[in-house]
């Protein structure tokens, strides 16, 4: 059974700092998805990773997946308030996604 | 515009009352699915279509019905719905499941007393 597994669950940031979020799954996939969530908001895409190695940067957000590591990174530089959301990860399963629990991000001035 | 729009946004009812949110995206994809988030679970999928009077099962289908008579729309069906359904609820399409990325709708808030 696939198993995702993200970290932290909650991080508070100051503004101006560097943080990573992981994420772990647990069975071969090479579809791996980052989606944000602002509070009482539906779920927006940020990034889609369809191969080993693969990195894509917006702002100051990077992802990055390791295939052969069962691993995906979302990386914030330089924090900024706006940044506060919930970041999931989700690894592409079969015929569907399976979620992580998310990281809630709080980033204070 | 591209969406997928699911009805009610709110929704309070009582056990057993039976109940149905709708849900329809104009992007034309094959394949819909339902989750529904709670606390410290992320999204968990309840039922998935991959194209029209083609549903399948997800992690946790216990409690509800779906139907895909046509490729827009995937309503959610609570025959008798109880308090641990209460729940966020997601509708979600994509091209192709886990192949792209999904486009999810607004959200229902779902309160069962």
């Known amino acids: 059974e696939l198993k995702v597994e993200q970290n932290p669950l909650f991080l508070s940031m100051q503004e101006g700092k560097n943080y990573t979020i992981y994420c772990n799954y647990s069975t071969t996939s090479d579809r791996l998805y980052w989606y944000r969530q602002d509070p009482g908001k539906s779920l927006e895409s940020l990034f889609v990773l369809l191969s080993n190695g693969a990195v894509k940067q917006e702002g100051r957000l990077m992802a990055s997946l390791d295939t052969k590591a069962r691993l995906s990174t979302l990386h914030i530089t330089a924090a900024v308030h706006d940044l506060s959301a919930t970041y999931f990860c989700?690894?592409?399963?079969?015929?569907?996604?399976?979620f992580g629990a998310g990281t809630r991000l709080t980033v204070k001035p | 515009e591209a969406q997928v729009t699911q009805n009610p946004r709110y929704l309070i009812t009582v056990t057993g009352k039976k109940l149905t949110v709708t849900c329809s995206q104009n992007m034309n994809h094959e394949y819909m699915s339902w989750y529904r988030q709670d606390p410290g679970l992320g999204l968990r999928q309840i039922y998935y279509?991959?194209?029209?009077?083609?549903?399948d099962k997800g992690d946790v289908p216990e409690g509800y019905k779906v139907s895909r008579k046509e490729k827009r729309n995937f309503p959610l069906i609570l025959e008798s719905p109880s308090p641990n359904q209460t729940s966020l609820y997601f509708c979600?399409?994509?091209?192709?499941?886990?192949?792209?990325?999904?486009?999810f709708g607004q959200g229902t808030r779902l309160t069962v007393v």
């Open positions: 279509s991959m194209n029209v009077e083609v549903t």
């Open positions: 979600a399409s994509s091209f192709s499941g886990s192949m792209a990325e999904a486009f």
């Open positions: 989700a690894v592409g399963h079969n015929n569907d996604m399976r």
